[in-house]
């Protein structure tokens, strides 16, 4: 069985119970299953590790059991990358953080700032002012004209 994120195609989903070491240069997600529905809570990368309780002693284990509402609802999906390196293992990882902002990564999801930054300057407010005054004369510049007729 697999699973589609974004273009890659991760192994599983499998009860984390279920899994058994070893596991080397990997990305893995930890869902949180609700019905036939799996919602990502947690990407993470493992460099390598022969520990049985690699998952149960991570740091974000509480935050995956509150999300998932008990141990039997967390499942594990991976993205095997045996070739590759830190770097590449850490933007497939924020490619998926960006994209689905799981729960108990929300440490490691940027804020998004807007990529353009709105300055006030004396010159605009002036601009303003001139634009009103110019404003005012073409109306009456208007109500001349329409006098005249």
């Known amino acids: 069985m697999s699973i589609q ?4 195609e991760f192994l599983g989903p499998i009860p984390i119970s279920e899994w ?8 893995y997600l930890v869902l ?3 019905k036939d529905k799996f919602d990502i809570i947690y990407v993470g990368d493992c460099q390598k590790t022969d520990d049985k309780s690699f998952f149960t002693s991570h740091d974000q284990f509480q935050c995956w059991l509150k999300q998932s ?5 967390l499942y594990l999906a991976i993205l095997p990358m045996f070739e590759s390196s830190d ?3 850490r ?3 924020q490619k998926i953080i960006s994209q689905y902002k799981p729960h108990c990564n929300s440490d490691d999801i940027p804020e998004s700032k ?3 930054v709105v300055r006030a300057s004396e010159e605009s407010d002036n601009d303003s002012e001139e634009s009103d005054n ?3 004369e073409s109306d009456n510049d208007s109500e001349e004209s329409n006098q005249d007729k």
């Open 32 to 34: 949180s299953r609700n």
């Open 114 to 116: 807007p990529d353009y």
């Open 20 to 27: 058994g070491p070893p596991m080397e240069k990997l990305v």
């Open 87 to 89: 770097e590449k293992r």
């Open 134 to 136: 110019d404003s005012e």
């Open 69 to 73: 509402g008990s141990e039997q609802s």
């Open 91 to 93: 933007n497939v990882i």
């Open 5 to 8: 994120i974004l273009q890659y």
